[in-house]
């Protein structure tokens, strides 16, 4: 790359006024980059605080459809359900994970309904169901994979049924996007697409989501086994490309912001939708130091989901999408 000697370049000109920084930003960020997740809780008409994600909350189904239309009215495309299961129905099989009637698919049903055109992402996975916490079935100690695929695909199908748009395998299980895409073709589900989590790390970010969906109480040892060392780089392209080869139509990078190099490393590797999933625990550390008066809040939530478009992401999952689309809006 060459460049002019000064004063005949003079890179600050570019920078001198508001309209030629904005003719020149590599990067935009809009409310149509954002998956927005929230929680669904049994009840009826009540919302309960997430007391470790300030600003959050679970909300019971006949809520969620309030917040698909406040999702549509701020231009935010997608909405992503995370149960939070009665401790009664945590079993050894796990059979509430595909109930027609668990929370999640009702959830799906009710947003469905109320605004067919905001598209409803899933989460695949066992633990917020699995009296163990576990993403997949806990034999002798083991977390065993080929019998948790057959208890997902089971999971992926009625959330299909429901009306899912999107489902989000969660569990990092090795083939289970192949086995997912086979029973969706066999049920007549060809469009439902897979935004699968693809690189996701054995990662200390997760606490206050544990807690959001119950799961923190019920976890017995870690997930290193089946979620990825935060230390790996090159696994995360390996696990990209065996998941597209099964059958995925986007991939998902989890923490966010801690692994952006992954994220750049997957869009140039393979050039396909690519998210990254700003998890409870970034989101828990911007809003603890806001409220400490350490951070300018709003301007750290722009600046940090801005990152992520410049790492290459196409869009990301983040706990901020109602206020950051708010204050795009406002701009």
Not at 275 to 295: C, D, I, K, R
Not at 296 to 303: G, N, T, Y
Request: glycine share 6%; hydrophobic share 40%; aromatic share 8%.
């Amino acid at each position: 790359m060459t460049y002019a000697p000064f004063p005949f370049a003079r890179p600050r000109r570019l920078r001198s006024s508001k309209a030629l920084r904005a003719m020149v930003s590599e990067n935009v960020l809009t409310p149509a980059d954002f998956i927005w997740p929230i929680f669904v809780m049994d009840g009826t008409d009540d919302e309960t605080p997430v007391p470790s994600m300030p600003g959050v909350v679970r909300r019971t189904v006949d809520r969620v459809a309030d917040a698909a239309r406040e999702a549509r009215s701020l231009g935010i495309p997608a909405i992503c359900i995370f149960p939070y299961t009665d401790p009664a129905l945590k079993t050894e099989d796990c059979a509430e994970a595909w109930n027609p009637d668990n929370l999640s698919n009702r959830a799906i049903r009710e947003i469905k309904n109320a605004v067919p055109d905001i598209a409803v992402m899933t989460d695949i996975a066992l633990d917020p169901y699995n009296i163990n916490g576990h993403d997949g079935y806990v034999e002798n100690g083991e977390i065993v994979n080929d019998r948790t695929v057959e208890a997902l695909v089971k999971m992926a199908l009625a959330q299909a049924e429901a009306g899912a748009d999107i489902l989000g395998p969660s569990d990092m299980m090795d083939n289970r996007i192949g086995a997912m895409r086979d029973a969706l073709e066999e049920e007549g589900h060809q469009n439902v697409t897979i935004l699968s989590y693809s690189a996701k790390y054995a990662s200390a970010y997760y606490g206050p989501f544990r807690d959001a969906v119950g799961a923190s109480g019920a976890l017995t040892g870690d997930k290193k086994t089946y979620q990825m060392d935060p230390a790996n780089s090159d696994e995360a392209l390996l696990m990209i490309a065996r998941d597209l080869s099964e059958g995925a139509d986007m991939v998902m990078v989890k923490p966010g912001q801690p692994y952006l190099d992954i994220c750049r490393r997957v869009k140039d590797e393979f050039g396909v939708p690519t998210f990254a999933y700003q998890v409870s625990g970034e989101y828990a550390m911007v809003q603890a130091a806001a409220q400490n008066g350490w951070l300018d809040h709003d301007k750290v939530m722009l600046e940090s989901l801005m990152s992520f478009k410049r790492a290459g992401c196409d869009g990301v999952l983040t706990y901020f999408a109602p206020a950051a689309a708010r204050l795009l809006a406002d701009h």
